[in-house]
């Protein structure tokens, strides 16, 4: 007997089920994902998904040199096997008519095929050109943008060969991701990420999902829901629009967007007016308590109620189901970090936690969204290179584009990523030499000038990281087409060519794996050789040689991990915390109420990762409807557009065709839409002008922000 499913039908299998399950399960026995299934006689090749920080695992079954079908592990412990339709892309992706597979220099004549030997040698003529014009102050001049990469060792080969070259100048993409979220932990608690571990889920009394839509951007932790719910965890969803994670919890609050932090100051306010507050612990554990006070003193229940749209009524059951809570774990989302006064709101947030006493011990805590990037990767670098200054931000970067300092710019990314793309097209367009890595026909290719093909997962080896700071390790199932090359190897024949001597040797990922863990003391017990044992991954830090994974509370002897211990009110380099509505929005001071009365918000659907790669999926596209707003039936009436029909959505900064998608799942007043789509995708399903040429460029102090906009909706026609 064998259980041939070809990839067709397999596919097919994966899109019935995906209307149905929030996740993907291992779909039929005779696949059971661990399991020596008699009579297939497939390869099994050990893997994981380098989309999103759920980090799944899988096994690929491989024959005839290729991975036919791919199963999640349900060893996993964080995941059970599940996967969701974004990871099962890859199948198709690998094998795409559209994929570029040869390297490409644009020439007078256009785009021409060069050989990869080639790419490198002319990448390090520029690099030495740039280094021979501008000496010691080379590091001004060279700049890479990152992408969530495809696995952490492409990461520490690109870091050291830019370092190399002299470019101190990284963007993150965590700086437009949950970058405003992770260094307000860092700064307060010292955590960078998560507190402690989703299992905990299950040891709270309450659980708080703060703008975090768990089922759609994390799907396979739908089953942390289910299992909190089932041990009679509470849960309270906070999100102005109805997603299939609102089917998985007690209570709803629809807060209006960007309004967070006022809920927040809101029940700061209440606790220390009635002293309800854990006194004890803020007078053992914290400084400047009384900076809290007078930043929360302005927040009375009817302030709270007039800026979040929230019923005063039910304010005070949520502030009463928190303050009755003996255990509360708040899962902070994205979406959080992606507005002008994201800060104030996770300072506020927090501020709630620590109040409480409600961040150390099981079943408490703060969870982030994409978190989980492990401590190591300077002290490594920094190891191999000696130390070098901090680079600047992208907003700086920008300036000095601009001003015509780039010399050379890896983009590793889209620049769709960032709000205003359309200004920021033009100003790639005066650097020197960009160097575009990626896999399709994108817009990047109009500011490149030289273009070298990329990997996919299944085609290189590597480890990676996840949510709950789990390392895992993949191995390479199949040969990419073409010339395209992984990052490590790319990234590694420049740097060798820069500096042949001090340039790490290593020929393959699990020996530069192997170099980390041997380097970082807390790294010690991560070996490649356990890693591919284990279907969940480990949980860093491991300093001994087999030694226990830890999971849970990251404070593990009750002190914040910041130089006193102590958690401090005040941040004495932003001053206090004030609450005001995002920058543009139409109850902003600087917002056009008039013209523009609609808050506009978009955020991440469940079938799609980001702005390029799965928009060239048609397995995907066929679940995508295209480029929709979603809008309450009164707002569309109010502007006089209807269910279907297409319309502009409109901002002070330009306007993008929609189709309206009447539902009563949103407030009246907010217009939400895919953040995902871009105009060269070959289906019309997922096609469209990135978001980000009609969002302006607004910062925070931290990250590139992107909702609570005000905006409208204009019938196309009359
Ligand atoms: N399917 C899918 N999953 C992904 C990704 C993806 O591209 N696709 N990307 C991954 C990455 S890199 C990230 S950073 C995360 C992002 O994860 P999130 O940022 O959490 O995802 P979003 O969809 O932006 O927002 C989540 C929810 O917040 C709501 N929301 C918007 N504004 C507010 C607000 O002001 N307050 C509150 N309370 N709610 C608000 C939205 O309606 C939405 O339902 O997702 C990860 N997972
Ligand atoms: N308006 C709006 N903007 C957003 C968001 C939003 O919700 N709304 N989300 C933000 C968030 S949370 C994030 S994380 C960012 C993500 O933004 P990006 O990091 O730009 O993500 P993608 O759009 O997936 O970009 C994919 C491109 O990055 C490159 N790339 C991908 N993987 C690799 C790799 O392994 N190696 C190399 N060398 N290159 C690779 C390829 O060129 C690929 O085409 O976007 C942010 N921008
Ligand atoms: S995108 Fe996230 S949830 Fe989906 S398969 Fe990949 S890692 Fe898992
Ligand atoms: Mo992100």
Not at 608 to 625: D, G, V, Y
């Amino acid at each position: 007997m064998s259980s041939k499913v070809s990839r067709r039908t397999f596919m097919k299998a994966g899109a019935a089920a995906v209307g149905a399950l929030t996740c993907l399960r291992p779909l039929s026995p005779a696949l059971g994902a661990n399991s020596a299934t008699p009579g297939i006689d497939y390869e099994r090749v050990h893997g994981y998904c380098p989309f999103c920080q759920t980090r799944c695992t899988f096994t690929a079954f491989k024959k005839n040199g290729k991975a036919e079908f791919l199963v999640g592990k349900d060893g996993n412990r964080w995941t059970a096997g599940g996967m969701c339709p974004k990871g099962m892309s890859f199948l198709e992706l690998a094998d795409s008519p559209h994929r570029l597979t040869r390297p490409m220099l644009k020439t007078a004549s256009g785009w021409q095929n060069i050989s990869y030997d080639e790419a490198i040698a002319l990448t390090v003529e520029k690099l030495q050109e740039a280094r021979r014009r501008h000496g010691n102050e080379i590091a001004r001049h060279l700049a890479l943008t990152a992408p969530l990469w495809d696995c952490r060792e492409s990461e520490l080969a690109a870091l050291i060969t830019m370092r190399f070259a002299g470019c101190i100048n990284i963007m993150p993409p965590g700086e437009v991701c949950i970058s405003t979220a992770s260094s307000t932990l860092n700064t307060l608690l010292g955590s960078g990420n998560s507190t402690t571990t989703v299992d905990e889920v299950e040891n709270a009394e309450l659980l708080v999902l703060w703008g975090a839509n768990i089922s759609e951007t994390y799907p396979p932790y739908t089953r942390w829901l289910e299992k909190a719910k089932a041990k009679g965890v509470r849960i309270i969803l906070l999100d102005c629009r109805r997603t299939r994670t609102s089917n998985f919890v007690d209570r709803q609050l629809r807060i209006a967007p960007g309004t967070d932090g006022a809920l927040a100051l809101g029940f700061v306010n209440q606790i220390i007016q009635d002293g309800s507050y854990d006194k004890a612990y803020v007078a053992e554990n914290t400084n400047n308590f009384n900076a809290l006070v007078k930043d929360a003193s302005p927040w009375t229940l009817a302030q709270v109620a007039a800026a979040t749209d929230l019923a005063e009524e039910d304010i005070i059951r949520f502030y009463r189901e928190l303050m009755n809570s003996r255990r509360t774990m708040m899962w902070l989302g994205g979406s959080l970090s992606r507005y002008s006064n994201g800060m104030a709101t996770v300072r506020a947030i927090i501020a709630m936690q620590v109040l409480c006493n409600q961040i150390m011990g099981s079943g408490k805590g703060l969870l982030t969204m994409e978190s989980g990037k492990p401590e190591g990767e300077k002290e490594f670098v920094d190891h191999i290179c000696g130390r070098a200054p901090a680079g600047v931000n992208f907003r700086r970067l920008r300036i000095a584009m601009d001003r015509n300092e780039i010399d050379v710019l890896f983009l590793n990314s889209s620049y769709r990523r960032y709000p205003d793309c359309d200004g920021l097209k033009e100003t790639l367009k005066k650097v020197n030499f960009v160097i575009h890595r990626g896999f399709f026909k994108t817009e990047e290719l109009e500011v490149a000038h030289l273009f070298v093909p990329a990997t996919f997962t299944l085609e290189s080896q590597g480890s990676h990281y996840g949510a709950e700071k789990q390392v895992v390790w993949r191995d390479k199932c199949q040969n990419a087409p073409g010339d395209c090359v992984p990052d490590w190897q790319f990234y590694r024949d420049i740097g060798r060519r820069l500096e042949p001597e001090k340039y790490p040797r290593f020929e393959t990922p699990s020996e530069l794996a192997t170099l980390f863990s041997n380097t970082l003391p807390d790294w010690k017990g991560i070996t490649v050789d356990r890693l591919r044992k284990s279907p969940s991954g480990l949980v860093g830090p491991i300093p001994a040689i087999n030694g226990p994974e830890l999971l849970g509370c990251i404070f593990r002897d009750g002190k914040f991990r910041t130089p006193d211990g102590k958690f401090d009110f005040l941040l004495k380099a932003v001053g206090p915390i004030i609450w005001t509505p995002p920058k543009g929005a139409p109850k902003d001071k600087d917002g056009d109420p008039k013209n523009f009365p609609l808050t506009f918000i978009q955020g991440k659907i469940l079938t799609q990762w980001q702005q390029t790669i799965t928009n060239f999926a048609a397995s995907l596209a066929q679940f995508s409807n295209g480029r929709y707003v979603q809008v309450h039936p009164e707002t569309a009436s109010q502007c006089g557009v209807k269910h279907g029909e297409t319309a502009y959505l409109v901002t002070a900064f330009g306007k993008v065709e929609a189709r309206i998608e009447a539902s009563e799942d949103i407030t009246p007043g907010v217009v939400f839409t895919p953040s995902h789509f871009l105009g060269t995708s070959p289906y019309p399903a997922t096609n469209s002008p990135p978001i980000n040429s009609i969002l302006p460029n607004y910062w925070d102090r931290i990250s590139a922000q992107f909702n609570g906009l005000g905006c409208m909706l204009q019938p196309m026609k009359g």
